[in-house]
Nanobody
Framework: QVQLSDSGGESVEAGGSLRLSCALS????????MGWFRQAAEKEREFVAA??????RKYYTNSVKGRFTIDRTRTTMWLQMNSLSPDDTAVYFC???????????????????WGQGTPVTVAP
């Protein structure tokens, strides 16, 4: 059974940086497209970034372009977050979709597996 474990969230001051990690167990990580989504208090969950199985395709929501970087190795996916602002405060979820072709999706309905979420708080 595929399981995702996301981690790395904590409280930081505005302008700071964090690195979130996501590990997949139960199957071959290299055959999954991965994504990050976030949900702020009283808001719907939204797309943040996505990466294809090879890492060649990457997508970002406009608000994080130039500040966040998504990447992956053979076993782990990361989200490097720089220049954080209070607007980035949310619970961040990693997600996985079985996609042994070169594909990355910005739609959360395309993802099958989800991490438990890791909270990020950015103080002004």
């Amino acid at each position: 059974q595929v399981q995702l474990s996301d981690s790395g969230g904590e409280s930081v001051e505005a302008g700071g940086s964090l690195r979130l990690s996501c590990a997949l167990s139960g199957d071959f990580f290299s055959e999954y497209a991965m994504g990050w989504f976030r949900q702020a208090a009283e808001k719907e969950r939204e797309f943040v970034a996505a990466i294809s199985r090879s890492g060649r395709r990457k997508y970002y929501t406009n608000s994080v372009k130039g500040r966040f970087t998504i990447d992956r190795t053979r076993t782990t996916m990361w989200l490097q977050m720089n220049s954080l602002s209070p607007d980035d405060t949310a619970v961040y979820f990693c997600a996985a979709r079985y996609a042994p072709w070169e594909h990355a999706s910005i739609n959360q309905t395309d993802y099958t597996y989800w991490g438990q979420g890791t909270p990020v708080t950015v103080a002004p």
